[in-house]
C-alpha cells in the first residue's frame, strides 16, 4: 500500500515559478521512475517529466528547458521546479511512481509491486 501527496501547487504569474513536491508513502523498498504528469480542461493527460532510479531524466516537449526534476531515493520524494511559466502550463499535475516495491499491509503478506498516482495539485498562471 502506497500513497502520494503532492504539494506546492497555487497561483502564479506568466514567467515566475513555482516548485512542486510529491513524497511517496509506505513501506517502500525502491521506485523505478518518478515523474509529474498534467492535464488541462478539454486536454489529454501528458508527460511533464520523469526521472529514473539512477538519475535519468526525460521531459516533455512543451517544458524543456523550463522545468527541472530531481528525486531524493532515501526520502522517496521527487519535486518539479517550474520556471518561465506561461499561462500553458496551467493544469493538474499529478505524481506519479511507476514500478513501486513494497510491503503489503493488507490480508497478504510480503511484497506488492505496482505503478501509483496522486491526486492532483491544481497550477494556475496567469496573465
Known amino acids: 500500500q502506497v500513497q502520494l501527496v503532492e504539494s506546492g501547487g497555487g497561483l502564479a504569474q506568466a514567467g515566475g515559478s513555482l516548485t512542486l513536491s510529491c513524497v511517496a508513502s509506505g513501506v517502500i523498498r525502491s521506485i523505478n521512475d518518478m515523474g509529474w504528469y498534467r492535464q488541462a480542461p478539454g486536454k489529454q493527460r501528458e508527460l511533464v517529466a520523469t526521472?529514473?532510479?539512477?538519475?535519468?531524466?526525460t521531459y516533455g516537449d512543451s517544458v524543456k528547458g523550463r522545468f527541472t526534476i530531481s528525486r531524493d531515493n532515501a526520502k522517496n520524494t521527487v519535486s518539479l521546479q517550474m520556471n518561465s511559466l506561461k499561462p500553458e502550463d496551467t493544469a493538474v499535475y499529478y505524481c506519479n511512481a511507476d514500478g513501486v516495491t513494497a510491503e503489503a499491509v493488507g490480508l497478504l503478506d510480503g511484497l506488492i509491486f505496482g505503478d501509483y498516482w496522486g491526486r492532483g495539485t491544481q497550477v494556475t498562471v496567469s496573465s
Open positions: 526521472v529514473a532510479r539512477l538519475g535519468h531524466t
